[in-house]
């Protein structure tokens, strides 16, 4: 396994940190209380191609594998996590999609777009009583000569409010089960279409989550993404690729934690020395610096494993379990560091402690990726 860098991506990373250092860091106070990422940031993240990280050079994005991706999305999970969800939502789970399923009539129409950031992509698949059991879907879509109709309803779905483009999943068969789903390109302006209330969230500001309501939403044929039937395949295997991309943007902001808690802790004066020379304190650094160089070199392994085109649903699924689990840690850490003003809310640090919470949950629980890794050795022990 090799994950050394090359040139261009290494020059990449280079302006990715500097944009996130000057640009980002500078309006995070101001996301974190409007809940709105300002446009000029948005118009800058397109000016860079950050939108169109998944997307193949012929469509207008940057074409780069798993592993450079990951090593972007490092330096991206290193600012405010709204910001950072709304890059990975839409270069991950919102556009993989089409960009491994879809025709290439679907491909030369929403990639482009897609590509420049002009069309944000959003994936649709949790519903209120399919949320864990993704397969107990109740949104329907029933075939009206060349189009489906679809009615239902979505929710906590990310980028909802944003996007133009979301990839839906919708039964088709109902006496299939998981077999009878199907995945739909839906477009913002398909009649029938509207998104819903939109969610208070415990962190992400600036993210914006939303309920996305079908009412005999026609949807064209050709906008079938991969065949009928094949939708829940379709989702699992959305999910599972962008696992070591939440996994990288897990290890950044762990990265900008550390860091954040080791200068503290160096100037932090008590009893007259600084606290780092406490061994309490030490010892936490010390754990937090472990675990992540542990994510590190898991991220970039099964990263490199996705660029050799190798079977990861369980390496993708302890990957995510572990990023998010230690991501909660290491959050939890550098609070007790930090002490009292790890709690105040003028300082990033209660901030990430918020936001890291939900990697536990969306995309898939922790508790749903044990159940994925049990399976899997359950048939390889078989």
Known sequence: MNFELDEDILFLKKNVREFIQTEV?????????????????????????????????????????????????????????????????????????????????????????????????????????????????????????????????????????????????????PEKGAKGITSFIVEKDFPGFKVGAIEKKMGLRGSHSAELIFEDCEVPVENVLGTEGQGYVNALKILANGRAGLASRNLGSCQKLLDMSTRYAMERIQFGKPIIKNQAVSHMLAEMAVEIEALRSFTYRVAWMVDQGMKVIKEAAMLKLYGSEVYNRVADKAVQVHGGIGYIADYPIERFYRDARITRIYEGTSEIQKNIIAAQLEKEYS
Do not use: W
Request: charged fraction near 20%; charge should be negative.
């Open 25 to 173: 860091e500078a309006v995070a106070i101001q996301i974190e209380e409007d809940n709105q990422i300002p446009q000029r940031v948005i118009n800058l993240s397109k000016e860079m191609g950050l939108f169109g990280l998944s997307i193949p050079e012929e469509y207008g994005g940057l074409g780069i594998g798993m592993v450079g991706k990951c090593a972007l999305y490092e330096e991206i999970g290193q600012t405010h996590n709204g910001y950072t969800t709304l890059i990975g939502a839409h270069t991950g789970i919102g556009s993989v999609g089409i960009v491994e399923m879809g025709n290439e009539q679907q491909k030369r129409k929403y990639l482009p777009e897609m590509a420049s950031g002009e069309k944000i992509g959003a994936f649709a698949l949790t519903e209120p009583e399919a949320g864990s059991n993704a397969a107990n879907l109740k949104t329907t879509a029933v075939r009206k000569g060349d189009k489906y109709i679809l009615n239902g309803l979505k929710h906590y779905i990310t980028n909802a409010t944003e996007a133009s483009v979301f990839t839906v999943m919708a039964v088709t068969d």
